[in-house]
């Protein structure tokens, strides 16, 4: 049976996906922050199918910990539900993504008009110069900024190597970091065709402050705290 709504589900999506980008793609015209709105429908379509169809659900705590202006979110990383429902949970999100995303046919044209910040990973030092001038930019034009810090998706009860440079963007823009923990591996598992029913649990943490600390700080606070989360998660 889970099989066959995972089956159902992935038709739905394609077939939603397709016009639906076609349309958006005639939307280029349109101010980042109105377009985002507007492309932030799909995110809404497939996680009613998700809920509709696969039974997976979300509940989120810690929303009063949001702070008014634009920051960095530095959220665990287990598969690909938290880059979707991030869409309907958080004001309007630029995500930290590599560039050769965007030449996927269809998935990679309508990324590319979500404004996010395409980078080159390859690039050393370089890629994170990308994400201090390209972050800055859309935290002034009123983004929010997300950045899994672990760099790809682990699987529930797993932890990789945290890198600096969400929390080296916060430091520098002067912004607090918002830190995220969630569980929406165990129904969404990592690369996995077959999605499970449950209830998905995200927690967002209180801002870490960046004024006149290290980025090395930052980050160190904001791993202790996901971890710790996660730990009772």
Same mark, same amino acid.
């Given at each position: 049976?889970?099989?066959?709504?995972?089956? &159902?589900? /992935? !038709? @739905? =999506?394609?077939?939603?996906?397709?016009?639906?980008?076609?349309?958006?793609?005639?939307?280029? +015209?349109? *101010?980042?922050?109105?377009?985002?709105?507007?492309?932030?429908?799909?995110?809404?379509?497939?996680?009613?199918?998700?809920?509709?169809?696969?039974?997976?659900?979300?509940?989120?705590?810690?929303?009063?910990?949001?702070?008014?202006?634009?920051?960095?979110?530095?959220?665990?990383?287990?598969?690909?539900?938290?880059?979707?429902?991030?869409?309907?949970?958080?004001?309007? &999100?630029? /995500? !930290? @993504? =590599?560039?050769?995303?965007?030449?996927?046919?269809?998935?990679?044209?309508?990324?590319?008009? +979500?404004? *996010?910040?395409?980078?080159?990973?390859?690039?050393?030092?370089?890629?994170?110069?990308?994400?201090?001038?390209?972050?800055?930019?859309?935290?002034?034009?009123?983004?929010?900024?997300?950045?899994?810090?672990?760099?790809?998706?682990?699987?529930?009860?797993?932890?990789?190597?945290?890198?600096?440079?969400?929390?080296?963007?916060?430091?520098?823009?002067?912004?607090?970091?918002?830190?995220?923990?969630?569980?929406?591996?165990?129904?969404?598992?990592?690369?996995?065709?077959?999605?499970?029913?449950?209830?998905?649990?995200?927690?967002?943490?209180?801002?870490?402050?960046?004024?006149?600390?290290?980025?090395?700080?930052?980050?160190?606070?904001?791993?202790?705290?996901?971890?710790?989360?996660?730990?009772?998660?």
């Amino acid at each position: 049976m889970p099989f066959l709504r995972s089956l &159902l589900f /992935f !038709v @739905l =999506k394609v077939a939603f996906t397709v016009p639906f980008v076609t349309f958006i793609l005639f939307l280029f +015209f349109l *101010p980042p922050l109105p377009r985002y709105r507007v492309i932030t429908l799909w995110g809404r379509m497939v996680i009613w199918l998700a809920r509709v169809i696969l039974g997976i659900r979300f509940r989120v705590e810690g929303l009063e910990n949001l702070p008014r202006e634009p920051s960095v979110v530095l959220s665990k990383h287990q598969s690909a539900w938290e880059t979707i429902a991030f869409q309907q949970i958080f004001p309007p &999100l630029s /995500f !930290v @993504l =590599k560039k050769n995303l965007l030449h996927i046919p269809f998935f990679g044209w309508g990324l590319a008009l +979500f404004s *996010p910040i395409a980078i080159d990973r390859a690039a050393g030092r370089e890629a994170m110069k990308q994400v201090e001038a390209q972050g800055k930019a859309r935290l002034q034009a009123g983004f929010w900024v997300l950045v899994f810090p672990e760099g790809t998706r682990v699987a529930p009860g797993e932890k990789g190597n945290y890198q600096v440079g969400g929390a080296w963007l916060a430091a520098k823009a002067g912004v607090p970091v918002v830190p995220v923990a969630h569980n929406a591996g165990i129904c969404w598992p990592k690369n996995a065709f077959v999605k499970r029913p449950g209830l998905i649990t995200v927690v967002i943490g209180p801002p870490i402050p960046t004024a006149g600390r290290k980025a090395t700080q930052v980050l160190a606070d904001t791993e202790a705290w996901i971890e710790n989360t996660m730990a009772r998660l």
